[in-house]
């Protein structure tokens, strides 16, 4: 079994920052993609970015690029997401997540492993 839990949450005012932790255990991660998503209330998971553990080539949402960072440290085996320029649409319960294949990540439901979660709130 593959664990991840995120820390990091909070709130923050419009325009600032936060930084966002998972931390993987339980497995090996070589060949893993981790990766981010995002559920307001009421909405759909969305993806917000992923990263090739191994490699550390990142992907991520129009709607976060240029403002969202993601990156990993193979030692530490964790990943974060640097948020700057925090906007109120930005809120939403942000999800570490786990596969083992890159198919169709975009999608939540590709996803084989996931975090509790950790609330983000922007505030105007």
């Known amino acids: 079994q593959v664990q991840l839990v995120e820390s990091g949450g909070g709130l923050v005012q419009a325009g600032g920052s936060l930084r966002l932790s998972c931390a993987a255990s339980?497995?090996?991660?070589?060949?893993?993609?981790i990766g981010w998503f995002r559920q307001a209330p009421g909405k759909e998971r969305e993806f917000v970015a992923f990263?090739?553990?191994?490699?550390?080539?990142?992907t991520y949402a129009d709607s976060v690029k240029g403002r969202f960072t993601i990156s990993r440290d193979n030692a530490k085996n964790t990943v974060d997401l640097q948020m700057n320029s925090l906007k109120p649409e930005d809120t939403a319960v942000y999800y570490c997540?786990?596969?083992?294949?890159?198919?169709?990540?975009?999608?939540?439901?590709?996803?084989?492993?996931w975090g509790q979660g950790t609330q983000v709130t922007v505030s105007s």
């Open positions: 997540a786990g596969s083992r294949n890159n198919y169709k990540l975009y999608d939540h439901r590709s996803w084989n492993y």
């Open positions: 339980g497995r090996s991660f070589s060949s893993f993609y």
């Open positions: 990263i090739t553990w191994s490699a550390g080539s990142t």
